[in-house]
């Protein structure tokens, strides 16, 4: 099946910093998400990108297909982004996810 | 649109114990997903559905778990026979074919 893999696990932000979070994986793609869990365990859904850019205030995201890898930017940091950030894609119906990338942003 | 719903939010348990879990999607989601997540992991998928028609079921799911989504809107989640191993944060999720995967709150099981 299709390997998810996230870098860096683990990230620790001081408020007002940028960083940017990868996403590679095995196989072709038509269909990849961003997810972020925020420490209650919610998990929202930040971007459905199979390809290109797109952005939402602060956060943008990039994904090359034919080089098998997306990239999460998150811009001026707040503590409220703390939490842990999911990418996850298509195999037959359903989203593998991978173990995601735990973000801590200190005030 | 009030979004996907699950019930209960926390379920406590002996071993040994039947245990089940409500998903209500998004209404006009035709799809609709389990997960199991445990500490430090991504989830986990389990199964779905698209209307009433289970289309996937993962190898890893042990025949104690059975899904249903009989009318093809809210689904049901039971685990026989409960085992500690079966402790997790279930998920549910909804969407329409190839578009966005939106999540319910979860329930969270402990099975003593």
């Known amino acids: 099946g299709i390997q998810v893999e996230q870098s860096p696990p683990d990230l620790i932000l001081q408020e007002g910093a940028n960083s940017t979070l990868r996403c590679n994986f095995s196989d072709s793609v038509n269909n990849l998400q961003w997810f972020h869990q925020n420490p209650w365990g919610q998990l929202i859904n930040l971007f459905y990108i199979p390809s290109g850019t797109k952005q939402n205030g602060r956060l943008s995201a990039t994904t090359v297909a034919t080089e098998r890898y997306s990239l999460l930017y998150i811009s001026s940091s707040q503590t409220t982004d703390s939490g842990v950030y999911f990418c996850?894609?298509?195999?037959?119906?359903?989203?593998?996810f991978g173990q995601g990338t735990e973000l801590s942003v200190k005030p | 649109d009030t979004g996907v719903s699950q019930n209960p939010r926390h379920k406590i348990t002996k071993r040994g114990q039947n245990v089940t879990f409500r998903c209500d999607p998004i209404s006009e989601h035709n799809r609709l997903y389990w997960y199991r997540q445990t500490l430090g992991q991504g989830p986990e998928f389990l199964t779905y559905?698209?209307?009433?028609?289970?289309?996937?079921k993962s190898r890893l799911l042990s025949d104690r778990f059975s899904a249903e989504r009989p009318k093809g809107s809210f689904s049901t989640l039971e685990i026989q026979r409960t085992e500690q191993g079966d402790s997790a944060m279930y998920l549910c999720a909804s969407s329409s074919p190839g578009e966005k995967l939106f999540f319910g709150s979860g329930t969270q099981l402990s099975v003593l």
């Open positions: 559905f698209q209307n009433e028609a289970q289309l996937e």
């Open positions: 996850a894609l298509a195999q037959g119906g359903k989203l593998i």
